[in-house]
């Protein structure tokens, strides 16, 4: 009896050390505690994000110059490429990868601008910080890098 509750422990231990955390939500960005760049932020004012077995859509709600918009992506969690709709209905492929522990989650995208042919690289990585989303973004292009920090609170 002992070593099967031993064994039992061992399995439940295991299994919770290397689940992946489930980033599922309404999270509305709180400026106050993130990061953010000057005039311009990449990071939405809300993101909801929908994560079930190996896929998650995010849902983000931005605004630019006073426009509000609305971008929808999906990935896979298995590190194959997804291709997706973006800025501009430029095509945005996209591969998203869990660390090692399973406790963060980073999505590497690349796309070209428009008729630029200006391609541009964005990383995201997200994570859970007590009850709160963070996205430490970062973009890279001919025109510059830029980094910031979101962080988020559920709704």
Known sequence: MKKAIIFLAAVIISFTSFSQVNF????QLNTSKSKLGGEFTMSPKEVV??????????EK??????QEFTMNSKYTLDGKECVNTGFMDSNQK???????????????????????GEEMVITE????????????????SSFGEMSETGVYDKK
């Open 24 to 27: 599922s939500g309404t999270w």
């Open 49 to 58: 994000i929908k994560q079930s077995g190996n896929e998650m859509t995010v």
């Open 61 to 66: 709600h931005s605004e630019f110059q006073g």
């Open 94 to 116: 996209s591969t998203a990868v869990w660390s090692d522990d399973k406790k963060s989650l980073k999505i590497t995208t690349k796309f070209t601008m428009g008729d630029m």
């Open 125 to 140: 990585l997200y994570s859970l910080s007590g009850s709160n989303l963070s996205v430490e973004m970062s973009s890279a």
